[in-house]
């Protein structure tokens, strides 16, 4: 399995409560998938560089995690479903 890494903006006026709820959602679609999550760090709310959708801030979400191919595409396509993410990004880590 591969390392990769993957960032989420969500709207900046959710609770931490649902913060915490979509964080754990991803976190299950990547474990459903025979995947394992390796970090996970909270960035909280930042200005974003350009506005996207009409929101200039939001919350971002850091995620380390090992997949497959399979792993990486329900991820990102949970990702295009949830109205409450606005902006993702998945990159692979070399492990060196």
């Keep these: 399995m591969r390392l990769y890494e993957t960032i989420f903006i969500t709207l900046s006026a959710l609770t931490d409560d649902e913060i915490k709820?979509?964080?754990?959602?991803?976190?299950?679609v990547i474990t459903?998938?025979?995947g394992e999550v390796v970090k996970e760090e909270?960035?909280?709310?930042?200005v974003l560089?350009?506005?996207?959708?009409?929101?200039s801030k939001g919350h971002y979400v850091l995620l380390q995690f090992r997949g497959d191919n399979e792993t990486l595409?329900?991820?990102?396509r949970q990702y295009r479903?949830?109205?409450?993410?606005?902006?993702?990004q998945t990159l692979r880590v070399d492990e060196k």
């Design 21 to 28: 709820a979509l964080t754990d959602g991803v976190k299950g």
């Design 49 to 55: 560089a350009y506005e996207v959708d009409n929101h």
């Design 42 to 46: 909270d960035w909280g709310v930042k």
């Design 81 to 88: 479903y949830n109205e409450s993410i606005i902006k993702f």
């Design 73 to 76: 595409r329900e991820l990102e």
């Design 32 to 34: 459903s998938h025979h």
